[in-house]
C-alpha cells in the first residue's frame, strides 16, 4: 500500500528554519510531480510548493518565493521542504502530495492522488 509519511515540523520562533521531510513507501514516486500543502486552522488547505518527477523545475506560492526550497531525491524516495525565515504566518500542517491527476493541475489539492497525514509546523512571534 502506496504511503506518505512526513516529518520534520515542530515549534520555531519567527525567522528561524526546519526542514520538512516526506518519505515514500510501498511504491515509487521517481515518475510523479509532489507537492507542499498547508493548511492553518479555519482555512482551506492552500498550494506551498511544487516539483517536477526529475526535480529541473519546481514552483512556489508567491507567499513562500524567496523563503522555501522544495526539493527530492528519488533515490531514497523522499521530498523536501526547506523553511527559511519563518513567520507566524506560516503556521500550520503541512502536508506532502503526490501524482496529480495532470501534471497542469500541481496547484489544485483536489488533483492529488496520495496524501501524507501532516506534521505541524508552528511559528512563533
Known amino acids: 500500500q502506496a504511503q506518505l509519511v512526513e516529518s520534520g515540523g515542530g515549534l520555531v520562533q519567527a525567522g528561524g528554519s526546519l526542514n520538512l521531510s516526506c518519505a515514500a513507501s510501498?511504491?515509487?514516486?521517481?515518475?510523479?510531480?509532489m507537492a507542499w500543502f498547508r493548511q492553518a486552522p479555519g482555512k482551506e488547505r492552500e498550494f506551498v510548493a511544487a516539483?517536477?518527477?526529475?526535480?529541473?523545475?519546481?514552483y512556489y506560492a508567491n507567499s513562500v518565493k524567496g523563503r522555501f526550497t522544495i526539493s527530492r531525491d528519488n533515490a531514497k524516495g523522499t521530498m523536501y521542504l526547506q523553511m527559511n525565515s519563518l513567520k507566524p504566518e506560516d503556521t500550520a500542517v503541512y502536508y506532502c502530495?503526490?501524482?496529480?491527476?495532470?501534471?497542469?493541475?500541481?496547484?489544485?489539492?483536489?488533483?492529488?492522488?496520495?496524501w501524507g497525514q501532516g506534521t505541524q509546523v508552528t511559528v512563533s512571534s
Open positions: 502530495a503526490a501524482r496529480p491527476s495532470s501534471t497542469y493541475l500541481y496547484a489544485q489539492r483536489r488533483s492529488y492522488e496520495y
Open positions: 510501498g511504491r515509487t514516486f521517481s515518475s510523479d510531480y
Open positions: 516539483i517536477t518527477r526529475n526535480g529541473l523545475a519546481t
